[in-house]
């Protein structure tokens, strides 16, 4: 299965500050997705990461609070940005597309607690 | 939208099989998949079946696929104490975000 990263594991960040979450692939997927899982619920889709354009954003997310970068086919980031207590959540990158398969991969997720 | 429905909870003894169910709404999701939450853990690809099979086999787990009622289900045989999980159901389309459900929390009685 697909040998996905991401930097940093956890972070505790003041209100108002803005967190980067970096997802690194170890081989070149089709696409790379962003999700949060708030505490003790289910994955909501928070957006496409497409490469050399922007981001597809699902609907209740918006590209200032949540800017996405996809410089290449094994790399992306999350920003969360301008923080408020609601966003502790962790966040997960996926992919598709690792080595010709279909199967939808998830990286081990980054937890992000607001104070 | 698409909506994925799962009960919250499913208690079995072990050694005995667990069956978990899964609707959906979406009749073009292409692909449903499975995955296994362990506590503080990332999430597990189990299996994955897509829209135009009926069932699948891998190990232990049994997928089935009822295209016409839109249901779907993950039968774990011989059901161990490490299956102990959040089991999340999920759809979309191969290129497309997934759709999940609630997840099913899986208790193991000795």
């Known amino acids: 299965s697909a040998v996905i990263s991401q930097k940093p594991s956890r972070d505790i960040c003041q209100r108002g500050t803005s967190l980067t979450i970096q997802c690194q692939v170890d081989?070149?997927?089709?696409?790379m997705f962003w999700y949060r899982q708030q505490p003790g619920q289910s994955l909501t889709l928070i957006a496409t990461?497409?490469?050399?354009?922007?981001?597809?954003?699902e609907s209740g997310f918006v590209i200032d609070k949540f800017p996405i970068s996809r410089p290449n086919l094994t790399f992306s980031t999350l920003t969360v940005s301008n923080m408020s207590p609601e966003d502790s959540s962790i966040y997960l990158c996926?992919?598709?597309?690792?080595?010709?398969?279909?199967?939808?991969?998830f990286g081990p997720g980054t937890r992000l607690t607001v104070t | 939208g698409e909506d994925v429905e799962q009960s919250l909870f499913l208690s079995v003894r072990e050694g005995d099989s667990s069956v978990i169910n899964c609707t959906y709404t979406?009749?073009?999701?292409?692909?449903l998949y499975w995955y296994k939450q362990e506590p503080g853990a990332g999430l597990q690809l189990l299996t994955y079946?897509?829209?135009?099979?009926d069932m699948k086999q891998d190990q232990r787990l049994t997928v089935l696929l009822n295209k016409k009622d839109k249901h779907l289900s993950l039968r774990i045989a011989d059901t161990q104490t490490g299956d102990s999980a959040i089991y999340f159901c999920?759809?979309?389309?191969?290129?497309?975000?997934?759709?999940f459900g609630k997840g099913t929390h899986l208790i193991i009685q000795p």
């Open positions: 979406d009749s073009s999701s292409t692909y």
């Open positions: 990461a497409n490469q050399g354009s922007e981001a597809t954003y």
């Open positions: 081989s070149q997927v089709t696409m």
């Open positions: 999920a759809c979309g389309g191969g290129a497309d975000g997934l759709t």
């Open positions: 079946i897509f829209s135009n099979m």
């Open positions: 996926s992919v598709v597309g690792y080595r010709g398969t279909y199967e939808q991969y």
